[in-house]
Protein backbone atom coordinates (compact mmCIF):
# COMPACT_ATOMS: atom_id res chain seq x y z
CA UNK A 1 0.00 0.00 0.00
CA UNK A 2 1.08 3.64 -1.21
CA UNK A 3 1.75 6.01 2.08
CA UNK A 4 -0.36 9.21 1.36
CA UNK A 5 0.15 12.48 3.41
CA UNK A 6 -2.93 15.16 2.53
CA UNK A 7 -2.34 18.79 3.80
CA UNK A 8 -4.96 21.08 3.02
CA UNK A 9 -3.81 24.29 4.17
CA UNK A 10 -7.28 26.07 4.94
CA UNK A 11 -8.56 29.67 2.80
CA UNK A 12 -5.16 29.39 0.86
CA UNK A 13 -5.07 31.17 -2.65
CA UNK A 14 -2.26 30.96 -4.52
CA UNK A 15 -0.81 34.25 -3.72
CA UNK A 16 0.34 32.94 0.06
CA UNK A 17 1.62 29.56 -1.44
CA UNK A 18 4.86 30.00 -3.85
CA UNK A 19 7.95 29.65 -4.37
CA UNK A 20 9.34 32.51 -2.66
CA UNK A 21 7.06 31.47 0.47
CA UNK A 22 7.94 27.85 0.45
CA UNK A 23 11.15 27.41 -0.86
CA UNK A 24 11.48 24.12 0.20
CA UNK A 25 8.30 22.42 -1.18
CA UNK A 26 8.70 23.87 -4.78
CA UNK A 27 12.62 23.42 -5.27
CA UNK A 28 10.66 19.27 -3.87
CA UNK A 29 8.47 20.15 -6.28
CA UNK A 30 10.64 20.14 -9.29
CA UNK A 31 12.56 16.94 -8.73
CA UNK A 32 9.58 14.93 -7.42
CA UNK A 33 6.78 16.60 -8.66
CA UNK A 34 5.08 19.46 -9.98
CA UNK A 35 2.78 22.50 -8.10
CA UNK A 36 0.20 24.44 -10.10
CA UNK A 37 -3.25 26.07 -9.94
CA UNK A 38 -6.15 23.56 -9.69
CA UNK A 39 -10.04 24.79 -8.83
CA UNK A 40 -12.03 23.90 -5.42
CA UNK A 41 -15.81 22.90 -5.29
CA UNK A 42 -18.74 25.17 -5.07
CA UNK A 43 -19.77 26.67 -2.68
CA UNK A 44 -15.93 27.58 -1.94
CA UNK A 45 -16.13 26.77 1.90
CA UNK A 46 -14.90 24.15 4.34
CA UNK A 47 -17.34 21.15 4.75
CA UNK A 48 -17.84 21.13 0.97
CA UNK A 49 -14.28 20.73 0.22
CA UNK A 50 -13.08 19.13 2.79
CA UNK A 51 -15.89 16.46 1.95
CA UNK A 52 -15.02 16.35 -1.71
CA UNK A 53 -10.69 15.78 -1.11
CA UNK A 54 -11.57 13.19 1.40
CA UNK A 55 -14.05 11.38 -1.40
CA UNK A 56 -12.68 12.30 -4.55
CA UNK A 57 -16.39 12.74 -5.43
CA UNK A 58 -18.66 16.14 -5.83
CA UNK A 59 -21.05 17.15 -3.67
CA UNK A 60 -23.99 15.43 -5.22
CA UNK A 61 -22.26 12.29 -4.27
CA UNK A 62 -21.13 13.47 -0.89
CA UNK A 63 -24.28 15.67 -0.20
CA UNK A 64 -22.04 17.86 1.71
CA UNK A 65 -23.36 21.30 0.55
CA UNK A 66 -22.18 23.47 3.26
CA UNK A 67 -21.09 24.35 6.99
CA UNK A 68 -24.97 24.97 8.23
CA UNK A 69 -28.27 23.12 6.97
CA UNK A 70 -31.65 24.01 6.75
CA UNK A 71 -34.92 21.57 6.44
CA UNK A 72 -37.32 24.02 4.97
CA UNK A 73 -40.15 20.98 5.79
CA UNK A 74 -39.28 21.14 9.64
CA UNK A 75 -38.23 24.78 9.72
CA UNK A 76 -34.97 22.96 11.52
CA UNK A 77 -31.60 24.34 10.99
CA UNK A 78 -27.93 24.28 12.52
CA UNK A 79 -24.64 23.56 12.30
CA UNK A 80 -22.85 20.34 10.47
CA UNK A 81 -20.08 19.32 13.08
CA UNK A 82 -20.65 16.01 13.75
CA UNK A 83 -21.12 12.45 11.18
CA UNK A 84 -24.12 11.63 9.60
CA UNK A 85 -24.21 14.36 6.66
CA UNK A 86 -21.16 13.00 4.78
CA UNK A 87 -22.78 10.32 1.86
CA UNK A 88 -19.65 9.31 0.26
CA UNK A 89 -17.16 6.77 1.52
CA UNK A 90 -13.62 8.55 2.17
CA UNK A 91 -10.12 7.50 1.55
CA UNK A 92 -9.79 7.08 5.58
CA UNK A 93 -12.51 4.45 5.48
CA UNK A 94 -11.17 2.57 2.10
CA UNK A 95 -8.01 2.16 3.28
CA UNK A 96 -8.76 1.11 6.90
CA UNK A 97 -10.93 -1.48 4.59
CA UNK A 98 -7.84 -2.43 2.71
CA UNK A 99 -6.12 -3.05 6.18
CA UNK A 100 -4.13 -0.18 6.49
CA UNK A 101 -3.67 2.63 9.33
CA UNK A 102 -4.99 6.07 9.24
CA UNK A 103 -5.02 9.62 10.59
CA UNK A 104 -7.00 12.78 10.36
CA UNK A 105 -5.59 15.71 12.26
CA UNK A 106 -7.06 19.08 12.44
CA UNK A 107 -7.31 22.14 14.24
CA UNK A 108 -11.20 22.63 13.68
CA UNK A 109 -12.62 19.95 16.21
CA UNK A 110 -15.60 20.27 13.30
CA UNK A 111 -13.72 18.37 10.86
CA UNK A 112 -12.67 15.54 13.25
CA UNK A 113 -16.22 15.71 14.11
CA UNK A 114 -17.79 15.45 10.49
CA UNK A 115 -15.21 12.98 8.80
CA UNK A 116 -13.76 10.78 11.63
CA UNK A 117 -14.97 7.75 10.65
CA UNK A 118 -12.16 6.01 9.31
CA UNK A 119 -9.53 7.74 11.17
CA UNK A 120 -7.43 5.12 13.45
CA UNK A 121 -5.58 8.01 15.30
CA UNK A 122 -7.54 11.46 15.29
CA UNK A 123 -6.23 14.70 16.68
CA UNK A 124 -7.53 18.03 17.03
CA UNK A 125 -6.12 21.00 18.25
CA UNK A 126 -9.49 22.58 18.97
CA UNK A 127 -10.27 19.11 21.77
CA UNK A 128 -6.78 17.73 22.49
CA UNK A 129 -6.53 14.51 24.28
CA UNK A 130 -3.30 14.52 26.79
CA UNK A 131 -2.76 10.91 25.83
CA UNK A 132 -2.23 11.29 22.35
CA UNK A 133 -0.23 14.74 23.17
CA UNK A 134 1.86 12.40 25.42
CA UNK A 135 2.43 9.39 22.86
CA UNK A 136 3.98 12.06 19.95
CA UNK A 137 5.58 13.95 22.07
CA UNK A 138 3.40 17.34 21.21
CA UNK A 139 2.69 20.17 23.93
CA UNK A 140 -0.87 21.47 24.92
CA UNK A 141 -1.82 23.00 21.17
CA UNK A 142 -2.25 27.00 21.27
CA UNK A 143 -5.40 28.59 20.47
CA UNK A 144 -6.94 27.97 17.54
CA UNK A 145 -7.38 31.01 16.05
CA UNK A 146 -3.69 31.34 16.17
CA UNK A 147 -1.06 31.51 13.63
CA UNK A 148 0.51 28.84 15.72
CA UNK A 149 -2.19 26.50 15.89
CA UNK A 150 -0.93 25.85 12.32
CA UNK A 151 3.00 25.38 12.89
CA UNK A 152 1.26 22.96 16.12
CA UNK A 153 -1.01 20.65 13.74
CA UNK A 154 1.72 20.09 11.14
CA UNK A 155 4.58 19.13 13.98
CA UNK A 156 1.87 16.65 14.99
CA UNK A 157 1.77 15.23 11.39
CA UNK A 158 5.11 15.01 11.45
CA UNK A 159 5.64 13.45 14.75
CA UNK A 160 2.81 10.99 14.13
CA UNK A 161 4.57 9.90 10.64
CA UNK A 162 7.40 9.47 12.91
CA UNK A 163 6.15 7.76 15.37
CA UNK A 164 3.22 5.45 14.25
CA UNK A 165 3.99 5.85 10.83
CA UNK A 166 0.21 5.82 9.20
CA UNK A 167 -0.48 4.90 5.62
CA UNK A 168 -3.20 7.45 5.37
CA UNK A 169 -2.68 10.91 7.37
CA UNK A 170 -5.14 13.75 6.05
CA UNK A 171 -3.84 16.95 7.87
CA UNK A 172 -5.95 20.42 7.70
CA UNK A 173 -5.29 23.46 9.14
CA UNK A 174 -7.13 26.93 10.14
CA UNK A 175 -7.81 29.53 8.16
CA UNK A 176 -7.77 32.60 10.94
CA UNK A 177 -4.99 34.43 9.57
CA UNK A 178 -6.14 34.20 6.31
CA UNK A 179 -9.27 35.75 7.10
CA UNK A 180 -7.01 38.38 8.90
CA UNK A 181 -3.92 39.04 6.56
CA UNK A 182 -3.41 39.53 2.85
CA UNK A 183 -0.69 37.90 1.12
CA UNK A 184 2.70 39.37 2.19
CA UNK A 185 1.96 40.33 5.57
CA UNK A 186 3.96 38.98 8.01
CA UNK A 187 1.82 36.22 9.70
CA UNK A 188 0.83 35.19 6.75
CA UNK A 189 4.40 34.45 5.75
CA UNK A 190 5.28 32.98 8.95
CA UNK A 191 2.14 30.07 8.73
CA UNK A 192 3.61 29.07 5.29
CA UNK A 193 6.97 29.10 6.74
CA UNK A 194 6.22 27.09 9.37
CA UNK A 195 4.49 24.04 6.63
CA UNK A 196 7.31 24.38 4.10
CA UNK A 197 9.76 23.40 6.94
CA UNK A 198 7.88 20.34 8.68
CA UNK A 199 6.83 19.26 5.15
CA UNK A 200 10.61 19.23 4.07
CA UNK A 201 11.64 17.24 7.57
CA UNK A 202 8.46 14.48 6.63
CA UNK A 203 10.28 14.38 3.23
CA UNK A 204 13.29 13.23 4.83
CA UNK A 205 12.01 11.34 6.99
CA UNK A 206 9.95 9.17 4.63
CA UNK A 207 11.05 10.38 1.10
CA UNK A 208 9.01 8.07 -0.67
CA UNK A 209 5.48 8.95 0.52
CA UNK A 210 3.32 10.85 -1.48
CA UNK A 211 2.36 14.04 -0.44
CA UNK A 212 -0.22 16.81 -1.62
CA UNK A 213 -0.75 20.06 -0.82
CA UNK A 214 -3.33 21.75 -1.36
CA UNK A 215 -6.26 24.18 -0.28
CA UNK A 216 -10.21 23.73 0.59
CA UNK A 217 -10.52 27.18 -0.88
CA UNK A 218 -9.05 30.57 -1.46
CA UNK A 219 -9.53 33.58 0.03
CA UNK A 220 -10.30 37.72 -0.68
CA UNK A 221 -11.10 41.29 0.53
CA UNK A 222 -14.53 42.29 0.93
CA UNK A 223 -15.47 46.13 0.69
CA UNK A 224 -19.19 45.48 0.90
CA UNK A 225 -21.79 43.12 3.00
CA UNK A 226 -24.88 42.58 2.15
CA UNK A 227 -28.06 41.64 3.84
CA UNK A 228 -30.18 39.49 0.71
CA UNK A 229 -32.38 38.21 3.63
CA UNK A 230 -33.38 42.03 4.50
CA UNK A 231 -33.45 43.24 1.19
CA UNK A 232 -36.06 40.16 0.32
CA UNK A 233 -38.17 40.64 2.86
CA UNK A 234 -38.37 44.52 2.24
CA UNK A 235 -39.40 44.32 -1.68
CA UNK A 236 -42.09 41.74 -0.33
CA UNK A 237 -40.78 38.28 -0.92
CA UNK A 238 -40.97 35.56 1.38
CA UNK A 239 -37.73 33.58 1.82
CA UNK A 240 -35.12 31.76 3.90
CA UNK A 241 -31.75 32.95 2.63
CA UNK A 242 -29.15 30.13 3.65
CA UNK A 243 -25.14 31.26 3.73
CA UNK A 244 -24.05 27.79 3.30
CA UNK A 245 -19.97 29.34 4.56
CA UNK A 246 -22.41 29.86 8.39
CA UNK A 247 -20.16 28.34 10.89
CA UNK A 248 -19.48 28.88 14.76
CA UNK A 249 -16.03 30.18 14.18
CA UNK A 250 -17.16 33.81 14.14
CA UNK A 251 -13.79 35.40 14.52
CA UNK A 252 -12.94 33.90 11.13
CA UNK A 253 -16.02 35.88 9.67
CA UNK A 254 -17.92 38.42 11.89
CA UNK A 255 -20.89 38.60 10.12
CA UNK A 256 -21.07 35.31 8.74
CA UNK A 257 -20.03 36.47 5.58
CA UNK A 258 -19.63 34.72 2.06
CA UNK A 259 -20.00 34.59 -1.30
CA UNK A 260 -23.06 32.43 -1.86
CA UNK A 261 -26.66 32.12 -0.97
CA UNK A 262 -29.26 28.95 -1.17
CA UNK A 263 -32.74 30.91 -1.59
CA UNK A 264 -35.37 28.83 -0.26
CA UNK A 265 -39.29 30.52 -1.79
CA UNK A 266 -41.68 30.22 1.14
CA UNK A 267 -44.01 30.92 -1.58
CA UNK A 268 -43.72 29.75 -5.10
CA UNK A 269 -45.78 31.37 -6.63
CA UNK A 270 -43.05 34.15 -6.17
CA UNK A 271 -40.68 32.71 -7.78
CA UNK A 272 -40.76 33.99 -11.45
CA UNK A 273 -40.55 37.75 -9.85
CA UNK A 274 -37.92 36.85 -7.32
CA UNK A 275 -35.70 35.57 -9.95
CA UNK A 276 -36.47 38.73 -12.04
CA UNK A 277 -35.40 40.30 -8.93
CA UNK A 278 -32.48 39.04 -7.85
CA UNK A 279 -31.09 38.70 -11.18
CA UNK A 280 -31.43 42.52 -11.75
CA UNK A 281 -30.13 43.78 -8.10
CA UNK A 282 -26.59 45.40 -8.46
CA UNK A 283 -25.21 43.42 -5.40
CA UNK A 284 -25.39 40.03 -7.29
CA UNK A 285 -23.36 39.06 -9.48
CA UNK A 286 -25.29 35.54 -10.53
CA UNK A 287 -28.71 34.04 -10.28
CA UNK A 288 -29.17 30.23 -11.01
CA UNK A 289 -31.98 27.71 -10.29
CA UNK A 290 -31.45 25.03 -8.61
CA UNK A 291 -31.69 22.69 -11.52
CA UNK A 292 -29.07 24.96 -13.26
CA UNK A 293 -26.85 25.33 -10.56
CA UNK A 294 -26.64 21.74 -9.44
CA UNK A 295 -25.92 20.70 -13.14
CA UNK A 296 -22.51 23.36 -13.45
CA UNK A 297 -21.73 23.11 -10.04
CA UNK A 298 -22.62 19.23 -9.02
CA UNK A 299 -24.61 19.98 -6.63
CA UNK A 300 -27.80 17.75 -5.05
CA UNK A 301 -30.13 19.85 -6.31
CA UNK A 302 -32.94 18.54 -3.33
CA UNK A 303 -30.93 20.40 -1.03
CA UNK A 304 -30.04 24.12 -2.41
CA UNK A 305 -33.09 25.84 -2.16
CA UNK A 306 -34.60 26.89 -5.19
CA UNK A 307 -32.48 29.47 -6.46
CA UNK A 308 -28.96 30.23 -5.74
CA UNK A 309 -27.08 33.47 -5.73
CA UNK A 310 -23.47 34.36 -5.91
CA UNK A 311 -21.78 37.61 -5.05
CA UNK A 312 -19.13 39.99 -6.62
CA UNK A 313 -15.44 39.57 -5.87
CA UNK A 314 -15.71 42.71 -3.75
CA UNK A 315 -18.67 41.74 -1.81
CA UNK A 316 -20.40 39.23 -0.03
CA UNK A 317 -23.82 38.39 1.83
CA UNK A 318 -23.88 38.45 5.53
CA UNK A 319 -25.37 38.94 8.48
CA UNK A 320 -25.80 42.71 9.12
CA UNK A 321 -27.97 45.45 10.15
CA UNK A 322 -30.00 47.48 7.46
CA UNK A 323 -29.33 45.94 3.80
CA UNK A 324 -26.05 46.54 3.32
CA UNK A 325 -22.09 47.73 5.00
CA UNK A 326 -19.00 49.08 4.00
CA UNK A 327 -15.74 47.43 5.48
CA UNK A 328 -12.10 47.01 5.43
CA UNK A 329 -12.99 44.67 7.96
CA UNK A 330 -13.47 41.41 5.87
CA UNK A 331 -11.26 38.23 4.24
CA UNK A 332 -14.07 35.86 3.29
CA UNK A 333 -14.79 33.21 0.68
CA UNK A 334 -17.90 31.17 -0.61
CA UNK A 335 -18.15 32.67 -3.95
CA UNK A 336 -16.65 31.46 -7.28
CA UNK A 337 -14.17 34.19 -6.88
CA UNK A 338 -12.84 32.20 -4.18
CA UNK A 339 -12.09 28.92 -6.23
CA UNK A 340 -8.50 29.21 -7.06
CA UNK A 341 -6.49 26.73 -5.42
CA UNK A 342 -3.01 26.15 -5.31
CA UNK A 343 -1.79 21.95 -5.81
CA UNK A 344 1.92 21.08 -4.94
CA UNK A 345 2.29 17.29 -5.47
CA UNK A 346 5.03 15.08 -4.70
CA UNK A 347 5.86 11.53 -5.81
CA UNK A 348 1.98 11.70 -7.62
CA UNK A 349 0.07 8.89 -8.16
CA UNK A 350 -0.74 10.37 -11.67
CA UNK A 351 0.38 12.88 -14.41
CA UNK A 352 0.01 16.86 -13.94
CA UNK A 353 -2.52 17.46 -16.25
CA UNK A 354 -4.70 14.79 -14.69
CA UNK A 355 -5.05 17.05 -11.43
CA UNK A 356 -7.88 19.70 -11.95
CA UNK A 357 -9.67 19.94 -8.58
CA UNK A 358 -9.11 19.55 -5.45
CA UNK A 359 -11.15 16.31 -5.08
CA UNK A 360 -8.55 14.83 -8.03
CA UNK A 361 -5.89 14.11 -5.45
CA UNK A 362 -8.08 11.13 -3.95
CA UNK A 363 -9.89 10.27 -7.41
CA UNK A 364 -6.69 9.32 -8.80
CA UNK A 365 -5.10 7.17 -5.82
CA UNK A 366 -5.47 3.65 -5.96
CA UNK A 367 -5.34 1.00 -2.56
Excluded at 105 to 118: A, E, M, P, R, S
Excluded at 230 to 237: K, L, P, T, V, Y
Aim: glycine share 8%.
Amino acid sequence: MEKVLILVIDGCAPEYFTEKTAPHIFRLAKKTGFAKRILCAVPSVTNVNHACILSGKWPEETGVVGNYFYNPETGREGFIEERGYMKAPTILQRCKEAGGKTALLTVKGKILGVYGDGADIGISAQTPDRGQLEQYGLDMPPAIQSGESTQWIIKAAYQCIKIADPDMVYCTTNDYIFHHYAPGHKEAVAQIAAIDEYVEKICTLDPGRQIYITADHGMNQKSTIVNFQSIAERAGFAVYCLPPLKDRYVENHIYQEGGMLYVFLKDKSQAAAFFDFAKNHHHVEQVLPKEEAAEIYHLPAGRIGDYVLFSGKDSAFGEVEGECITTDASRTHGSLHERDIPLVALNPAASEEKYLYNKDIVARLSL
